[in-house]
């Protein structure tokens, strides 16, 4: 399997201790990518190093996350990790971007948690992201509803790239029974060149734009590097 690293951390799944894979391999190219490196990187290893590695957690941890780059390229071997996780009582969550509907699909049963990225209301990602891959995103979230896992959508909120107005669009198009999170975008390592020294949105400014969107959404968090996850209340 191509991974980036594995890490152990607190921070990717609420409330619980995480092995956490970052896979190698994207079919996007976002242009507010920060970790651009793994979106055609990463390092070969053997299904049974994450396994002894998991093995070896087990003292520290309570869940394995997923995430990537875009994890469900790998499908195959993200369903033999997450199939092991819970054969050791192990909770699970994958992080996603929505394309592969029926890979997703495929390990739903395996699955507790799913936090899936919408980048751009539905109609739009062509125009914010350069990918048309609205239907396929669309589609993963009505799955992830009606399999019922923990689901939480999540955006990054790009000036330049988009508009408050989008946040609302998005808003009133999707649902998540766990969070709506509004990320705040960082120009420290970017994709695209030209979006360094885009205007970095305050923690102010998040909490405005998630107090336009509560009518539509019940539970909404904001994510910014100075405060870390701020549920709005
Ligand atoms: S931000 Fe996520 S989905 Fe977009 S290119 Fe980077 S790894 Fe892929």
């Known amino acids: 399997m191509i991974i980036g690293d594995m890490i152990i951390s607190s921070l990717e799944f609420p409330g619980n201790v995480s092995l956490v894979i970052f896979t190698g391999g994207c079919i996007l190219k976002c242009p507010y990518c920060h970790n651009p490196e793994i979106i055609d990187g990463g390092k070969s290893v053997e299904m049974d190093e994450i396994i002894k590695k998991i093995d070896n957690s087990m003292e520290f941890i309570d869940s394995v996350v997923i995430t990537g780059g875009e994890p469900l390229i790998q499908n195959e071997e993200v369903k033999n990790i997450l199939r092991y996780a819970k054969s050791r009582g192990l909770k699970t969550k994958l992080d996603t971007n929505g394309f592969f509907v029926h890979e997703l699909e495929e390990v739903m049963d395996l699955l507790d948690y799913v936090a ?76 695209d060149k030209k979006l360094y020294g885009t205007p970095i949105p305050s923690r102010d400014e998040l909490k405005e734009i998630a107090e336009m969107i509560k009518p539509f959404l019940k539970h909404i968090k904001i994510k910014t590097a100075e405060f870390g996850d701020e549920i709005i209340k």
């Not at 009505?142 to 790009?158: G, H, N």
């Not at 000036?159 to 009133?172: F, G, N, Q, R, S």
């Open 116 to 191: 899936l990225d919408i980048k751009a209301p539905f109609g739009k990602y062509k125009e914010i992201i350069g990918s048309s891959i609205d239907n396929e995103v669309r589609k993963s979230m009505e799955s992830c509803i009606k399999a019922d896992v923990y689901l939480e959508c999540r955006t990054t909120f790009v000036p330049y790239l988009m508009e408050i107005e989008d946040i609302v669009e998005i808003a009133k198009n999707i649902d998540a029974n766990i969070y709506y999170t509004l990320q705040q975008f960082r120009d420290k390592k970017v994709l």
